[in-house]
């Protein structure tokens, strides 16, 4: 019995040798198979668009810039409204003598009216910056979605954000050439990587 067990457990090692043997080249060539479909998938295929650009285009578009326009238009006549109020005071301080017992009260309003509008102009500063920040989130969005999915259909699985290499920089001071060095991150690029006018022509801009 004890042989037959030697000899039953000596053959399934040396069948499970075999296999291994066997199958070794296999799962290697499937290891390898599979490591190059990876290499292709994660193989880098770059795009070029110049979304900065786009953003102030569309920031600029009647899409946007009417809203803002509208905002200004309401916020400044809450302001020219409180200026007329402040002039009006003016006159009055100025036309009354310096024994007027209404003068200390109009001086009083006058001084109070002119704190509230210097208020008033931090607030139409801060909705119109709030509002600005707003749609150039929103415009921000509808580039980088309308990139990605333009790049994508042409089969890049990479979208480098930049404005156009061949766009000249302003030397007025150092800060905002500073800034258009930064929105350059592309030095070098195919003719045929860059999707903006693509995605120009599906925001239609």
């Avoid at 326009?69 to 009354?96: H, N």
């Avoid at 060095?181 to 801009?205: F, G, H, Q, S």
Wanted: aromatic share 2%; net charge negative; proline share 3%.
């Amino acid at each position: 019995m004890r042989l037959a067990q030697s000899l039953v457990l000596g053959t399934l090692s040396a069948a499970a040798l075999i296999a291994a043997v066997n199958l070794s080249p296999l799962v290697g060539a499937a290891a390898s198979a599979s490591s190059d479909e990876a290499d292709k998938v994660d193989a880098p295929k770059i795009a070029v668009c110049a979304v900065p650009m786009l953003v102030n285009e569309l920031m600029a578009s009647d899409r946007f810039q009417p809203d803002r326009e509208k905002l200004e238009e309401e916020l400044k006549a809450e302001y020219d409204a409180l200026s007329a109020e402040l002039r009006e005071l003016s006159e009055k301080g100025r036309g009354m003598s310096q024994d007027d017992p209404m003068l200390g009260e109009t001086m009083q309003k006058f001084n109070e009216l002119r704190v509230k509008i210097g208020e008033k102009q931090r607030e139409i500063a801060e909705k119109l910056e709030a509002k600005s920040a707003e749609q150039l989130l929103e415009c921000y969005e509808l580039a980088r979605s309308s990139a990605n999915a333009i790049a994508e259909g042409l089969g890049y699985n990479y979208v480098m954000a930049s404005v156009g290499i061949d766009e000249k920089l302003s030397g007025d001071n150092v800060e905002l050439a500073l800034r258009q060095m930064m929105a350059r991150p592309v030095i070098m690029a195919p003719k045929n990587a860059d999707i903006t006018e693509d995605v120009r022509a599906d925001l239609k801009l």
